[in-house]
C-alpha cells in the first residue's frame, strides 16, 4: 500500500498538520500507522467528516458589504472580517465563492493556525494579483508568514513593497482602497513595533472606509500602538469601545484585541482582568486552532500563557512556544536593525517571561505566584537572564525587554 506523509495530508485536504495529527490519534482514518512521533496515511485515505456540522448550528455565510463589493475591498482579508462561529472557520472559509478572496481566506486560516509554510505558498501564487485589495492582502500575509521561516529577505522586500504602496497620493483610487492601502501599511508596520509610514491618512478618515471585521483589526492596531507609547489607559479604552460597537464579533480581530488587552492590564498590574481577557481569547481561538497570535504577543503577555494556557491546556501551550521561538527569531531580524532595540534573543520563552515582569518591578514573591513558581525558581531564572545579557542589575533587564 502506499503511503503519504501528515503534510501531504494536509496540503490535499487543506486544513492544518495538527488537524489531521488529531484524526489519526483518534482513529478516524482507517490504517494510519505511527512510527516513532509520525504518523502516515494510506494514499487513498479521505478525509474524516467534520462532527461539528452534526452538533452546531449551520455556520453564518460570508459577510460582504455593498460597499465593499462596488469600492473592490471584497479580498482584503475575507476571513478576517467574517463573523464565522468558532468552529466553523474551515467550513466558512469552504462555503465562500471559489476565486482570489477565498485563495486569501485559506491563506489566513494557515497563518493564524500556524502553519507558515502553507501561508506563504497559497499567498504567493497572489502578490502580483490585478485586484488591489487581494494583492495587499497577500503581501502582508507573505510577508509575516516568512518571518517564522528565516526568509528574511523576502519578508523585508514585501514590506518595503507594501510601505511604497501606503502613499495616499492617489486619487484616482476609490476611498475605501485608500483605507485598504493604509490598514495594511499601519499593520505591517505597528506589530513589528516600527513607527507607521509617514503620510498616511488619518486613523479617523480611514476606519469609517473599512467594513465592520477590518475596521475591529485597524482598532486593534491602534491599541496596540497605544502600548507601545505606554498610554495603557488610551489603548485599554480603544479595545472596550471596539467590543461595545459590534453588533456580530468577528473572532480573529477579537482574540487580538484580548491579547492587546492582556498586554495592557499586566502593564497596569492587574493580573486578575489580564486573565479574563486571555481566557475569551482563548475561547474563540481554540475551537479553530487559530493560535498564532497567543504565540505572537508571548513575551507582551506577563507570563500569563505559563500561568493560565500551560497547566490546563500544556499541548497546546508547546505549540504556542514553538511558535514563539520561530515567530521572534523572525521578527527581531527585522525590528532590531530597524528600531536599534536589541531585544534579547538568547533567552527562553521562560526566562523572557520573568525578566519583563523583573523589569516591570515586580518582585521574586509576586512573579513566583503569578507564574506559580518558587521564588528560588524565580530567582534562577532571573540570574541566568541576567547572565545571558551580560548585565548585574534587574534594572538594566528593560533594554533587552519589548516595551
Excluded at 460570508?62 to 475575507?78: F, I, W, Y
Excluded at 498616511?200 to 507601545?228: D, I, K, N, S, W
Excluded at 481569547?281 to 513575551?299: K, S, V
Amino acid at each position: 500500500m502506499e503511503y503519504i506523509t501528515v503534510r501531504q495530508a494536509a496540503e490535499r485536504w487543506d486544513i492544518s498538520q495538527r488537524l489531521v495529527q488529531k484524526y489519526c490519534a483518534e482513529g478516524r482514518i482507517e490504517g494510519a500507522r505511527k512510527f516513532g512521533a509520525s504518523w502516515v496515511l494510506p494514499a487513498c485515505a479521505e478525509k474524516p467528516r467534520d462532527p461539528r456540522r452534526e452538533k452546531r448550528p449551520a455556520a453564518p455565510a460570508p459577510v460582504q458589504t455593498e460597499r465593499g463589493k462596488a469600492d473592490g475591498v471584497a479580498g482584503l482579508m475575507p476571513l478576517m472580517n467574517t463573523p464565522f462561529l468558532p468552529g466553523h472557520c474551515l467550513e466558512t472559509i469552504a462555503a465562500m465563492p471559489d476565486g482570489a478572496a477565498k485563495d486569501i481566506a485559506r491563506a489566513e486560516y494557515h497563518y493564524f493556525s500556524g502553519e507558515p509554510e502553507l501561508a506563504v505558498r497559497v499567498a504567493e501564487r497572489h502578490l502580483k494579483d490585478p485586484d488591489m485589495a487581494v494583492r495587499l492582502s497577500a503581501c502582508l500575509l507573505y510577508a509575516y508568514a516568512n518571518l517564522p521561516l528565516g526568509q528574511i529577505r523576502q519578508a523585508v522586500a514585501t514590506l518595503e513593497e507594501l510601505n511604497a504602496r501606503a502613499d495616499p497620493r492617489a486619487p484616482q483610487l476609490p476611498p475605501a482602497l485608500l483605507a485598504a492601502k493604509a490598514f495594511v501599511a499601519s499593520t505591517a508596520a505597528v506589530l513589528l513595533h516600527l513607527p507607521p509610514p509617514d503620510g498616511l491618512p488619518p486613523a479617523e478618515t480611514c476606519l469609517p472606509l473599512l467594513p465592520p471585521g477590518l475596521r475591529a483589526f485597524a482598532m486593534y492596531v491602534q491599541a496596540h500602538y497605544a502600548y507601545l507609547q505606554g498610554e495603557y489607559a488610551k489603548s485599554l479604552g480603544i479595545v472596550q469601545a471596539t467590543f461595545g460597537m459590534q453588533d456580530r464579533v468577528c473572532p480573529i480581530p477579537a482574540i487580538y484585541l484580548h491579547l492587546v488587552a492582556v498586554m495592557d492590564y499586566m502593564s497596569l498590574r492587574r493580573p486578575d482582568e489580564a486573565q479574563t481577557h486571555l481566557l475569551a481569547a482563548w475561547d474563540l481561538a481554540r475551537p479553530d486552532d487559530l493560535i498564532q497570535g497567543f504565540g505572537e504577543h508571548h513575551g507582551l503577555l506577563g507570563g500569563m500563557l505559563e500561568a493560565v494556557i500551560k497547566k490546563d491546556w500544556p499541548e497546546d501551550f508547546k505549540r504556542i512556544i514553538a511558535i514563539t521561538y520561530r515567530f521572534s527569531a523572525g521578527w527581531r531580524k527585522v525590528h532590531n536593525p530597524i528600531a536599534g532595540h536589541d531585544v534579547a534573543d538568547n533567552l527562553t520563552t521562560t526566562e523572557f517571561a520573568v525578566a519583563m515582569l523583573a523589569a516591570r518591578g515586580w518582585t521574586n514573591q509576586e512573579i513566583a505566584e503569578h507564574m506559580d513558581l518558587s521564588a528560588n525558581t524565580v530567582k534562577r531564572y532571573i540570574s541566568l537572564a541576567l547572565q545571558k545579557l551580560g548585565v548585574a542589575q534587574r534594572q538594566d533587564l528593560k533594554q533587552y525587554m519589548l516595551p
